[in-house]
């Protein structure tokens, strides 16, 4: 039979709907409508159209494949379900068992309510539940255009950033707030100890930290201002580009360089005065003028016929002594007159005579030096004292001796005796170098008890040599200071001294270099 035709179906009874164990098919074309309920154990295939109006369409166990099915009853499916379904499904109770839906694209113009969406298995895909938004280990939110790290993204509250890192790779980065808050939830200083920001890369980081053993933030390279700008305490401008602020009247700065315009209006304590001094006005005694209230020691002794060691400079480094007088008076019993005898013991050089056999007559005294001399640690100064006849005589001599210590070592006081001076051929006492020097004194004496012998005094500069005193007599028992003033060696002048004859004069230099 190619074709049947029937207005109904019922079942065998007529009391219920027809049961078909091996399925329908419908033709393309064709449209089956059912108004009851509708039963399929078998297989169906529908190439046209399948209206559902009331009742129930049941495929247990069984395949269903329809192109259209447009249903305003209930439609149950516990196998697959491939096709389109048109109608309405109100509620999860309309769908009977535990349905699962899989379609390729879901357009709704309403509202599509559900207490989850899920594009995957937790953790490797989009999560959504009612507070959450869950993913993989790396996920992206991308506002249009997709793909070239542009559009905008908008958090309408607070966000707050759980996690170790925040990493912001924009380039621009604007905040609204008055005050930017750094390890905030750090509660004691011990712990903040090296809290702070840095700027650049790792390999060229600059940093400014906080310092909790100094107190202090920290730079790790100089802190500056632009021109015209100014370091400020409160404020108060304490230093700009050329000034100190008003408002720094104390300092305890040690060294300023050089000045090239001082004024003063109060007392100043000058300890050194370097240069000629010759634009001071009213300058204070220095090195050996009236007043010099700069002498901080005093020494006296009663010597003897043998020797006596006077004085003995402490050994302590980066100290010098300046001499600034040995007073040597006649304390003798009855009119007759005595002598006097001193000699530098240089640390580290030899024995030099300031005064050989030096004259002081009855009721007298004489000062044994006419400029201030210069020693150094461990230095010692040993004089005696001899009668008329020349002979060793005890307590018939006193000295007084008043000298300052300075914590310096650009002074240099040099000796030369029988030793130093063992040639006739100029030999050098004193070279300036890297700095100028500053000559006080030249001390010549005659250390012979045989007459008198010339000596000869030169600085050499460069090819040129200029005489300070040429075979200049010197007087048996004579010392001849040759300064008056100052005198000035340039870097590299030498000073030299030359004797006829070996074992006769003695010299002592003392000056000061002008670093």
Avoid: C, W
């Avoid at 912001?168 to 090296?194: E, R, W």
């Amino acid at each position: 039979m190619s074709e049947l035709r029937v207005d109904n179906i019922v079942s065998q009874d007529g009391s219920a709907a027809p049961t078909y164990s091996k399925g329908i098919r419908i033709s393309a074309g064709q449209t089956m409508t059912n108004e009851g309920d509708y039963t399929v154990s078998g297989t169906s295939t529908f190439s046209g159209n399948v209206v559902v109006n009331g009742g129930s369409v049941d495929i247990s166990g069984a395949a269903l494949t329809i192109d259209n099915v447009s249903a305003s009853g209930v439609v149950t499916a516990t196998g697959g379900f491939v096709g389109n379904l048109t109608g309405t499904a109100t509620a999860a109770s309309s769908l009977s068992g535990t349905p699962n839906i899989s379609v390729g694209d879901v357009n709704s113009t309403g509202v599509v309510t559900a207490t989850a969406f899920h594009t995957g298995s937790e953790g490797s895909a989009i999560r959504v539940t009612s507070n959450t938004i869950s993913g993989p280990a790396e996920m992206y939110i991308d506002p249009s255009a997709v793909g070239d790290n542009t559009g905008a993204l908008r958090i309408k509250g607070d966000l707050y950033v759980d996690g170790t890192q925040t990493i912001i790779n924009s380039t621009t980065l604007d905040v609204a707030d008055y005050n930017v808050g750094i390890a905030t939830t750090v509660a004691t200083n011990i712990a903040l100890d090296g809290a702070g920001f840095g700027i650049g890369a790792t390999s060229i980081r600059k940093t400014f930290n906080y310092n909790n053993t100094a107190n202090t933030l920290e730079s790790s390279i100089g802190l500056g201002v632009t021109a015209g700008g100014d370091f400020k305490a409160g404020s108060d401008s304490v230093l700009n580009q050329t000034t100190l602020g008003a408002t720094v009247v104390n300092s305890s700065l040690t060294s300023v360089g050089t000045l090239t315009n001082l004024n003063v209006s109060g007392v100043s304590t000058l300890g050194t005065i370097y240069g000629d001094g010759s634009n001071i006005t009213n300058p204070p005694p220095v090195d050996g003028q009236d007043f010099n209230t700069g002498i901080t020691s005093a020494v006296s002794a009663t010597l003897t016929g043998i020797g006596t060691t006077v004085l003995t400079l402490p050994a302590t480094s980066g100290k010098q002594y300046i001499v600034y007088s040995i007073h040597a008076s006649n304390v003798a019993t009855g009119n007759t007159e005595v002598n006097v005898i001193g000699a530098f013991d240089y640390n580290g050089g030899e024995r030099t005579y300031f005064g050989y056999n030096v004259p002081i007559p009855t009721g007298t005294a004489v000062e044994m030096l006419k400029q201030p001399h210069v020693l150094n640690p461990s230095d010692i100064i040993t004089m005696r004292s001899t009668d008329y006849t020349r002979a060793g005589t005890d307590d018939i001599v006193e000295v007084y001796i008043t000298y300052q210590e300075r914590t310096s070592s650009n002074y240099f006081g040099v000796g030369l005796g029988t030793v130093g001076i063992g040639f006739t051929t100029p030999i050098g006492i004193h070279t300036a170098t890297t700095y100028p020097s500053i000559i006080e004194s030249i001390n010549l004496v005659n250390r012979t008890d045989t007459g008198a012998y010339p000596v000869s005094i030169t600085v050499t500069s460069g090819v040129v040599t200029t005489y300070l005193v040429d075979n200049l007599i010197v007087p048996k028992y004579g010392a001849v200071e040759i300064l008056d003033a100052p005198k000035r060696l340039n870097v590299n002048d030498v000073l030299s001294i030359q004797v006829d004859q070996t074992e006769t004069i003695d010299v002592q230099v003392s000056g000061k270099k002008v670093v």
